[in-house]
């Protein structure tokens, strides 16, 4: 990977979950078992239903929110506020990934699907708490979740950031088609490569990428 790929790079924008923490630590999966929960309840159907309905929506709107608001029109804030009311046990901090990213030069943001509350408890449990110079989350794209480009582009315009000096880190990459049509370096960030001509670079160790990246 060469250095100067990223040498004009003066925004760093992580996604949060399975990129700032390993998809071992099973976070995630303690919210899908309250996303299904609160489906179930909210629409009255069974356990098998609920689920399907949770993947459906996350596949077809980009979250399941995103499917539950146009489909059902359901109210955003109480949904985020259930689904993200998980502990942090999985988590340890990690100094090395914590040094590697205050290393890098220009301003580091978090623009997370979750809510910035949420993103906060997590880099926090991880370590990483006063790295970033902002944290965005879903309710700062007015519920808007990535991949919708118009969310892309409120976070982006609120932050005032360049899309042409800045790189984007995401676990999945439907999240990384925009910033690459937007002319940001992408990289993704997952056990396995995805083969898809928006993904420019990808790493299974964020923190070692990193290092590589400011190396001298």
Do not use: C
């Amino acid at each position: 990977m060469p250095h100067d790929a990223f040498s004009h790079v003066t925004d760093w924008v992580f996604d949060l979950d399975h990129t700032l923490y390993p998809p071992s630590a099973r976070l995630f999966a303690l919210i899908e078992v309250r996303m299904t929960a609160w489906v179930m309840e909210t629409l009255g159907v069974d356990h098998d239903e609920a689920d399907r309905l949770r993947h459906l929506y996350w596949q077809t709107h980009g979250t399941t929110l995103a499917g539950l608001m146009r489909e059902h029109d359901v109210d955003p804030e109480p949904y985020l506020v259930d689904v993200h009311d998980i502990p942090m046990d999985s988590l340890i901090p990690d100094p090395d990934l914590a040094a590697r990213i205050a290393s890098l030069p220009g301003r580091r943001i978090i623009y997370t699907n979750g809510t910035a509350p949420y993103a906060e408890r997590v880099i926090q449990a991880r370590g990483l708490s006063g790295l970033f110079d902002a944290i965005y989350g879903v309710e700062h794209a007015g519920f808007l979740p990535k991949p919708d480009h118009a969310a892309f582009h409120t976070v982006f315009t609120r932050d005032g950031l360049t899309p042409q000096r800045a790189a984007m880190f995401e676990d999945d990459p439907r999240n990384l088609a925009v910033p690459h049509a937007l002319g940001m370096r992408t990289v993704h960030v997952a056990p396995e490569r995805a083969d898809a001509p928006h993904v420019q670079y990808h790493t299974d160790d964020l923190s070692s990428f990193l290092e590589r990246l400011t190396r001298i």
